[in-house]
């Protein structure tokens, strides 16, 4: 906690100031809680000994106070503001009328302890102060803020006492025709100091010493830096009282004639602040209602803040937009199928880890709205609002125009609404465009509370503790009427989104299809356009053309440019139709607003829920139970939810506006709450089964709260999601951050995901599809399972206030509810989005939705566990785990219903895993080919642990995702999707189909010949051969490859004497095997990068790259200037053109140096010569250089090794050195070509426009797939190069990733295909 008083009559005064404080280590001393207090006559602006005190102090509560004395006053050190007795400071703002003639009555009253406490009988202030000790029980003790304020009532005027732990500040005056003192307040999470230069804050707010104290010294006072509050996630950490503004207006809050302020320190160091009336005599009708909230609030920091328990097994890491890291600690906890009431937290079945990672936003993510399912905003205190595809996982725009960090927005009626600072936006949710501005009045403080209602009413709450309504235009004619004049032309206009719900089947069909949404739109620049919003750790979309932006999609699942408009200025206004009295208003900030019915109900900082009339906002009832804020409410049917900081939630029955039932489980505070709707599953009756004593009644049109479930979240690092039918918590989503629970700010849910917002910036999906379905089920009586007894539901708990009459306390822990069984693995832990289980039932899918829908949500999770599993073929050390990966794939093809059969010809290599399913002579046959070994993923620049997927903005990064074991694995699952599709055996296919998946791949290929060769009437009748190992030329549009390159990998190496020399000693007497090594490599290729080597370019067939061309030349899909930089170099070597860097890459032969090694080829030759400072002293005995040589069509590997041999010796004997040289060859791979005319390969076309709607690219690929050639040979078809990649997916890289909708739209072509390959 932070307090700060201010008071001051200007910046210069030469007449005393002072400060006070609480020593920050206050709790380790309980026998001396007396503050700290520095007065001074001199002028505060000049004294240097405040300089040095500012470099110093760390303190909870300071005490700031310039005094400028009245006529006649005599100035000193004892006049000096603050004053201080015992563990008390206190200052008065102004000046007692006629203090003179009543002061020696006030002294007569004092009690002889509190007299003794005057420290000047001058002041007006020190006496006042004594006065208002005289009314303490105990002058020493502490003493609640409910005592304090009583004793302020006494003293009244302008006055601020504290005691270290609350404090309390008056505005008061006695006559009704004057006007008291100024005082205001504000109240934040920091109070930081501004950037010099406009730059990014940094994460402490306090310079240096050393800088401090010049600056205090050689400063003048309106050259001091400028410092601001910065708005916090989960409360106010930070409250400033001063008597004028001292930053920007807008975080200010007018105090009100004769108001109290009072400061409390909460829970886990939050500061409360609440109102209290003041009267000149007897006691305010509202001062009892004052006292009870105190009561209220001062219990909440007796409820222990507890983080949830779990257990620890990994780290990863999760790169943010602004580049830094933030380590996750995943969790894990034995799953139970069955739960009983209180059982522990450990034994309940946890989401472990997010679905998706959504990244963009720079500042906490602390409000969500989802429009139709498919459109997610997000609101931050980076004060953007960004909006997500969730189908894409993307961001498709980012709303600006908010000063101050967003705190709330809503959704209703096709209109966006969000607050923050004093301002209200209406956003258009079709166009994004700001259609009107709310001002509301200038100290009036932040809006910190919004609901909205289908009229256009937005009904707003915030720190000035009234609850407001503003009327909003819903005309759209109305509101665009000021925006006419700078509309774009029509045929730019943004079409209106689909206003159903998402269509029901596989996700990537809805997603293909409302993707189109934002095909040629017009907006303003979107979340990619800044730069500051861009992650530079992962990668970003570097090959599309200059001019394409990055938001939307221009062909369906694909990132697409987006034309700008000009931004039109927004309307300003929105009539004020009515505000609560403030008779009635809250005592504190109002922090949740909830429409229920015909009420407004509005909660916040003083533990009361209250209750206006909707159309009036006349007050109704108050509602208490809670112990300190409320900190969330939510309306379901005729029931209102609400959770604070005590760490329940409670039910109210809004017909009869009583508590029914409390909710435990939750260990800290509830951060909000969200309710979902449950519908009719398929075969379900028109109305809900109804459960016994549910406790719950029916409200509104008939609609019956138990149809429902909503989600909790927490500052424990859960979300909850409970059942609204028997009151139990199906679900339990957690992350763990670096040292604690991370606290999860905000959350929503839909029919497939339920999605949070928390302090990392990061924006994440759940998915919770099997237990929406079954607990609709169960819901309409699908379910047949015993109803829970009052007995199973009803528990009491540590947290929970005492119950009142009629309510029943329900323990949080998951139960099986009334039919929703509790999945006893993994619910709603990661697949695609995350790692949905296999479900309880075995049926292996995410449960609700399509057959498509459900095996996308099991691939995903199946390529999560893949990817786990280290198949690194280079690293002996991981032989087991290649051969766990052999073992999985190959249990997957025998689930299928495959013959199977590993293969391992070579000892200690991995093995070949070969299946077949279906040996019909009559139907062709199809062999799909694919690697499951992966490259090592060594390289620092990873930003998630490479071998555990993470689902970040739409794609699944982690080692192997793109190369190969995502491909393979669409390929398995497009089979397996038509087996369902057939519901029948193997039979059913149209094709006969086999797997070949190596291990070798990317360590040589060695022994994959062999077992094709002892295995081939396993692939006999082939006629085609689908490898998916290659990339996209670009991002956005899919491709085919018909040609790559051969690869000739050979070495070169010079060797001289029979030991290393020592430079010193022999140097210069004989010729250096290095020398000659470096220039034999130099002349294999010259400055313009021509290849030297006599015949080199003998046989290159011309014209190959034509069919590439046709469809290149026509789309923006390969950038000159992406290209570079993706390369990370100045500029090409000899580019004019992207035909001629085309043709370079793709079309010509290469010579490249890879690799220089000093010593022997086998390794013998390594010295320490290499290490410490021996190294600049030895020249070695020999030296390697390795090369790497690619040819095309129509050259012959044996001419071109021959030539290489032949220029080698000729440049080696004009060294005439006396050492010797070698040309080693140590691997070849033909290049490999398919005809683009040919049938199959139309085929194929075909199959990749039916999934994509766009003709795809015919590219070549300058690297090299012997097996390719290898496997055309050995089964006498020809074989045909489908890629999923992008390029940009690094493959063999750091941050390896593949794009969701290409693996799901990979698997969908590869279905096609083979219905496309049985019609031929």
Not at 1183 to 1197: E, H, K, L, T
Not at 1266 to 1292: I, Y
Request: glycine share 10%; net charge negative; charged share 20%.
């Amino acid at each position: 906690m932070q307090i700060i008083m201010l008071q001051a009559y200007g910046n210069l005064n030469g007449d005393g100031f002072g400060i006070g404080w609480f020593s920050q280590h206050q709790e380790c001393k309980p026998t001396d809680p007396s503050p700290c207090v520095f007065t001074s006559v001199t002028p505060a602006w000049n004294n240097e000994n405040l300089g040095r005190l500012s470099c110093k102090i760390v303190s909870p509560l300071v005490f700031a106070h310039v005094r400028a004395a009245y006529p006649g006053m005599p100035v000193s050190e004892q006049n000096c503001h603050p004053f201080q007795f015992s563990r008390y400071l206190w200052m008065h703002n102004g000046v007692i009328g006629g203090f003179m003639k009543i002061r020696r009555a006030l002294l007569s009253t004092l009690a002889d302890a509190a007299y003794d406490t005057v420290s000047s009988f001058h002041s007006d202030s020190a006496i006042s102060f004594s006065v208002f000790l005289n009314h303490l029980p105990d002058l020493e003790s502490q003493q609640s803020p409910q005592v304090l304020l009583q004793a302020m009532e006494v003293s009244l005027l302008n006055f601020v006492v504290s005691d270290g732990h609350n404090m309390i500040a008056t505005r008061y005056v006695s006559h009704d025709g004057e006007s008291p003192a100024s005082l205001y307040y504000a109240e934040g999470s920091a109070f930081q100091r501004e950037p010099q230069g406009g730059g990014v804050r940094p994460d402490s707010a306090t310079p240096s010493a050393a800088s401090n104290a010049v600056s205090a010294r050689n400063t003048a006072v309106t050259g001091e830096g400028q410092y601001s509050l910065k708005y916090g996630e989960v409360g106010t950490r930070v409250a400033i009282v001063s008597s004028e503004p001292i930053t920007g207006s807008s975080d200010w809050v007018s105090v009100p004639r004769n108001t109290a302020l009072v400061i409390s320190q909460g829970k886990n160091g939050y500061v409360s602040i609440l109102k209290s009336p003041l009267a000149s005599s007897g006691k305010h009708p509202r001062q009892e209602e004052v006292m009870r909230c105190l009561e209220a609030v001062t219990s909440a920091a007796e409820v222990e803040g507890q983080a949830l328990a779990f257990n620890r097994h990994k780290r990863r890491r999760i790169a943010q937009s602004h580049g830094s890291l933030v380590e996750l600690e995943e969790s894990s906890c034995t799953g139970a199928s069955a739960l009983g009431a209180g059982a522990d937290d450990s034994s309940a079945a946890l989401a472990t880890s997010e679905e998706h990672l959504l990244t963009g936003h720079s500042g906490a993510v602390v409000c969500l709205a989802l429009y139709e399912d498919y459109l997610l905003f997000s609101g931050s205190t980076d004060c953007t609002i960004k909006v997500w595809h969730t189908g894409q996982c993307k961001c498709v725009h980012t709303l600006r125009g908010h000063k101050q960090p967003v705190q709330r927005i809503a959704i209703c009626g096709g209109r966006l609404y969000s607050t923050a600072g004093r301002n209200i936006r209406v956003w258009d949710v079709a166009t994004f465009e700001c259609l009107q501005v709310i001002k509301t009045q200038q100290d009036c403080g932040a809006l910190l509370a919004m609901t909205a209602a289908p009229d256009g009413t937005v009904y707003v709450g915030g720190q000035d503790m009234r609850v407001q309504a503003f009327r909003c235009s819903t005309n759209d004619s109305s509101l665009a009427a000021t925006l006419s004049q700078d509309a774009p032309p029509s045929h730019q206009t943004r079409p209106q989104p689909h206003h159903g719900k998402p269509p029901h089947g596989s996700s990537s069909d809805w997603v293909s299809r409302t993707a189109a949404l934002t095909a040629s739109i017009p907006h303003r620049p979107a979340c990619n356009s800044d730069p500051t919003n861009a992650a530079p750790s992962l990668p970003a979309n570097i090959f599309t053309s200059d001019t394409a932006l990055q938001d939307g999609t221009d062909r369906q699942g694909a990132a697409a440019p987006l034309p700008h408009t000009r931004a039109a200025s927004p309307a300003e206004g929105g009539a004020l139709i009515g505000s609560s009295a403030m008779a009635d208003s809250h005592c504190g900030v109002v922090v949740a607003l909830a429409l229920c019915g015909g009420y407004v109900c509005s909660a916040g900082g003083d533990a009361m829920i209250k209750v206006w009339k909707a159309d009036s906002l006349e007050f109704v009832r108050v509602l208490r139970g809670h112990r300190g804020s409320v900190l969330s409410l939510c309306s379901l049917g005729g029931l209102l939810l609400s959770g604070g900081r005590d760490n329940i939630i409670r039910v109210w029955d809004m017909d009869a506006l009583v508590c029914r039932r409390t909710l435990a489980g939750h260990r800290d505070d509830v951060m909000c709450i969200a309710g979902l709707g449950l519908e009719p599953p398929p075969g379900a009756s028109a109305d809900p089964s109804q459960p016994r004593d549910t406790g719950c009644s029916q409200f509104g049109e008939g609609t019956l709260s138990s149809a429902a479930l909503f989600a909790s979240s927490s500052a424990d690092g859960s979300v909850r999601v409970w059942s609204a039918r028997c009151w139990s918590c199906l679900a339990l989503l957690t992350c763990q951050g670096p040292d604690h629970p991370l606290p999860f700010l905000t959350t929503l849910m839909s029919t497939k995901f339920a999605v949070t917002g928390s302090s990392d910036k990061l924006v994440r999906l759940w998915s919770i599809e099997q237990v929406y379905k079954q607990a609709a089920e169960a819901t309409w009586g699908l379910r047949d399972t015993p109803h829970l007894t009052p007995a199973d539901s009803a528990q009491s708990s540590h947290t929970a206030a005492v119950a009142e009459d009629g309510q029943e306390v329900s323990q949080g822990t998951p139960l099986p509810c009334q039919g929703v069984a509790v999945p006893s693995k993994r619910l709603c832990t990661n697949s695609t989005d995350g790692r949905t289980s296999a479900t309880a039932g075995g049926n292996g899918g995410g449960g609700g939705g399509s057959l498509s829908a459900r095996l996308e949500k099991e691939l995903e999770r199946t390529l999560r566990e893949f990817v786990r599993m280290k198949t690194v073929s280079s690293d002996p050390s991981l032989r087991e785990d290649c051969f766990r990966g052999a073992k999985y794939l190959a249990h997957l093809l025998e689930s299928l219903g495959a013959e199977i059969k590993i293969s391992r010809p070579v000892e200690d290599k991995n093995p070949v895993v070969i299946a077949r399913l279906g040996r019909d002579k009559k139907k062709r046959t199809v062999t799909f080919y694919g690697h499951y070994d992966v490259q090592p993923a060594m390289e620092r620049e990873w930003t998630t642990d490479p071998f555990e997927m993470n689902a970040i903005d739409g794609y699944f990064y982690g080692r192997g995702t793109s190369d190969n074991k995502g491909p393979i694995l669409a390929f398995i699952y497009a089979v397996k999707e038509m087996l369902e599709e057939g519901q029948g055996p193997h039979g059913s296919l149209p094709v006969n189909v086999a797997f070949v998946f190596e291990g070798e791949e990317e360590n040589g290929s060695v022994g994959f010949k062999d077992a094709l060769l002892g295995n081939q009437h396993w692939l006999e009748g082939t006629q085609l051969v689908v490898i998916s190992n290659t990339q996209w030329v670009g991002e956005t549009m899919p491709c085919l490859t018909y040609g790559m390159r051969g690869m000739i990998a050979l070495s070169i190496e010079v060797k001289g004497p029979e030991r290393d020399i020592h430079s010193g000693n022999d140097g210069g007497v004989f010729n250096e095997p290095l020398s000659d090594l470096t220039k034999l490599l130099a002349s294999l290729v010259d400055s313009r990068n021509n290849i030297m080597v006599p015949g080199f370019y003998l046989g290159v067939r011309p014209n190959t790259l034509g069919a590439a061309l046709q469809r290149l030349d026509k789309c923006h899909e390969f950038s000159l200037e992406g290209y570079r930089e993706a390369l990370g170099i100045p500029k090409l070597a000899s580019a004019a053109n992207m035909r001629e860097v085309l043709k370079a890459r793709w079309c010509e032969p290469t010579l490249s140096v890879v690799d220089v090694r000093i010593g022997d080829e086998d390794g013998s030759g390594d010295s320490a010569y290499r290490f410490g400072p021996t190294r600049f002293s030895v020249i070695p005995r020999s030296a390697v250089g390795n090369v790497s040589i690619r040819f095309v069509p129509d050259q012959n590997a044996d001419v071109l090794i021959a030539a290489l041999r032949a220029h080698i010796e000729h440049e080696f004997n004009k060294l005439r050195s006396s050492n010797t040289v070698s040309v080693r060859v140590k691997s070849v791979g033909d290049w490999w070509e398919a005809d683009p005319e040919s049938k199959l390969f139309r085929l194929a076309e075909r199959a990749l426009a039916r999934e994509w709607n766009v003709q795809p690219l015919f590219v070549r690929e300058g690297g090299t797939m012997p097996v390719a050639s290898t496997l055309e040979k050995m089964l006498a078809a020809p074989a045909l190069l489908v890629p999923f990649g992008q390029a940009s997916d690094n493959c063999h890289l750091a941050n390896e990733r593949l794009q969701r909708i290409n693996l799901i739209k990979g698997k969908n072509v590869i279905k096609h295909l083979l219905n496309e390959v049985a019609t031929v």
